[in-house]
């Protein structure tokens, strides 16, 4: 019997399209790769996510690097601006608000800080306060013992099929999101978590 229900951010809660918000601001796909690798796939980012460095750390070292390749234009651009492609999707908070009102434990597990998203879930943890991303095994377990919960009582939904897969091999039930709420809704019941 599942009581606690556990959502990532990015890609599930919330909009984060890295990939198309580059097309739309470049339109040139050799800016677009080289940007990408420059922020969004960068071991500054993976740092940043951990917690292990700060957020004008990551950005200057990003910058230096963006110089070298001759896109230290496009690179400030995109740091000035990417927290607008986090946008809420209001059917999957929706989903969190009904879950809860049947009496499931809803939590997040992410490497975006919960910020984002205020007052809506009942805890969580973010990998820039455990200094662990996703899917080391580590993040999953500190949210396991912060709230004292039990991974065969858990559901854990990610759009990232590596993040499902570790959280699995826990004893998690794992749900991978793909497109809509709809099918999320219907892979929950799989698992006997009704919403109606």
């Not at 065969?152 to 699995?168: C, H, K, M, P, T």
Request: charged share 30%.
């Amino acid at each position: 019997m599942y009581k606690n229900i556990i959502f990532d951010l990015g890609g599930v809660m919330v909009d984060f399209d890295p990939k198309t918000y580059l097309v739309d601001r470049f339109c040139n796909a050799e800016v677009e790769e080289q940007v990408s690798q420059l922020t969004f796939e960068s071991e500054e980012w993976k740092l940043l996510d951990a917690g292990l460095i700060t957020r004008s750390e990551a950005n200057l070292r990003m910058l230096a690097r963006a110089k070298e390749y001759g896109r230290a234009f496009e690179v400030q651009g995109v740091l000035d601006d990417w927290m607008h492609i986090l946008r809420p999707r209001r059917r999957m908070q929706e989903l969190v608000r009904k879950l809860k009102s049947r009496g499931y434990c809803v939590y997040y597990l992410s490497n975006i800080p919960e910020d984002v998203l205020k007052g809506l879930f009942d805890g969580g943890v973010a990998s820039c306060e455990v200094h662990i991303n996703k899917p080391d095994p580590r993040i999953y377990k500190a949210l396991l013992d912060k709230y004292q919960l039990k991974a065969g009582e858990s559901v854990f939904i990610d759009d990232r099929l590596e993040n499902v897969q570790a959280a699995f091999r826990l004893g998690f039930a794992g749900i991978q999101m793909k497109d809509s709420v709809g099918t999320l809704v219907r892979s929950l019941a799989t698992c006997s978590v009704v919403i109606h």
